[in-house]
């Protein structure tokens, strides 16, 4: 099975600062994802990435960026975080033939 | 475009009454559907997808491209089967991103 986890797993923090959730892959997979998943809206891709340093926006990308420096790696920023922002995070890799295999989430609540 | 509506938010059936959730698409190319469940708290995981045609856990799911559906099915619902179940979509092989329902909360009563 892949390996995939998220830290931090919850996270409180005010609104104005900045925030880093890191997504960590123990395999070699080249497709990652950042999803967002708000009540009413499913599950939406705020960003993804197809290889180092190759990253491309998803839905709803305003007000985050990414960074993937190492293949295992896949790091979300709020760069100056909102209450509009407060929601669960989801990293995912593409592990076959379209199918995703999804992180145990990040519980962002920005006050 | 690619859309994926899922038109109840909430389900509720007794247990060993049959379970229909709702999918439809919008997708003008062969598209490659599945279905996620999320148990309480825990991570997503992948139920079913429709090119493999096996059932899992007594869920079915069959792509009707007449209809743009893809309804997930049991006959007999169990308490276990409480959950978030989302329908996605891919635009075909190598598209390799996916598009969520919004997701139906199916609650079973005992």
């Known amino acids: 099975d892949a390996g995939i986890t998220q830290s931090p797993r919850h996270k409180v923090t005010e609104t104005g600062t900045p925030v880093t959730l890191r997504c960590h892959q123990t395999?070699?997979?080249?497709?990652m994802y950042w999803y967002r998943q708000d009540p009413g809206h499913g599950l939406r891709l705020i960003h993804y990435?197809?290889?180092?340093?190759?990253?491309d926006k998803g839905e709803v990308s305003d007000g985050y960026s990414v960074s993937r420096s190492k293949t295992e790696d896949f790091l979300l920023t709020l760069e100056s975080a909102t209450s509009s922002q407060t929601s669960v995070y989801f990293c995912?890799?593409?592990?076959?033939?379209?199918?995703?295999?999804f992180g145990p989430g990040t519980r962002l609540t920005v006050l | 475009a690619q859309r994926v509506t899922q038109p109840e938010k909430l389900l509720s059936v007794f247990k060993g009454a049959p379970v229909e959730l709702k999918c439809n698409y919008s997708?003008?190319?062969?598209?490659?559907l599945f279905w996620y469940v999320q148990y309480s708290r825990q991570r997503l995981q992948l139920l079913l997808r429709?090119?493999s045609r096996e059932s899992i856990k007594g869920f079915t799911a069959d792509l009707n491209k007449g209809e743009t559906s893809f309804h997930l099915k049991k006959p007999f619902a169990q308490e276990e089967d409480s959950a978030m179940y989302y329908c996605?979509?891919?635009?075909?092989?190598?598209?390799?991103?996916?598009?969520f329902g919004q997701g139906t909360r199916l609650t079973i009563n005992p």
């Open positions: 395999e070699n997979h080249r497709y």
């Open positions: 996605a979509l891919s635009g075909g092989p190598g598209a390799q991103k996916l598009v």
């Open positions: 995912a890799i593409s592990i076959r033939d379209n199918e995703q295999f």
């Open positions: 997708y003008s190319g062969s598209p490659e």
């Open positions: 429709h090119i």
């Open positions: 990435s197809y290889g180092v340093k190759d990253t």
